[in-house]
């Protein structure tokens, strides 16, 4: 299966993401970025625990462009 199709096949679409994304910078406004940036680390490691499997979100990520300003 190619990236695209596990985007896809994930529904993982941009603007999604870029939701996520812009609600994970609002925690900026009360916590440092480096404490914010540890606590995804921790997610991840939680969430996602297999190496392989980590290296294909990393991929998945990659993909997408995601802006910071505020819309």
Do not use: H, W
């Amino acid at each position: 299966m190619t990236l695209e199709e596990m985007i896809k096949d994930s529904g993982l679409d941009p603007k999604t993401i870029n939701k996520v994304v812009k609600d994970f910078q609002k925690a900026g406004e009360k916590y440092n970025g480096i404490q914010c940036a540890v606590a995804m680390t921790l997610l991840l490691r939680l969430l996602v625990q297999n190496d392989s499997q980590r290296q294909i979100v990393n991929d998945i990520a990659n993909e997408y462009d995601i802006g910071t300003e505020e819309e």
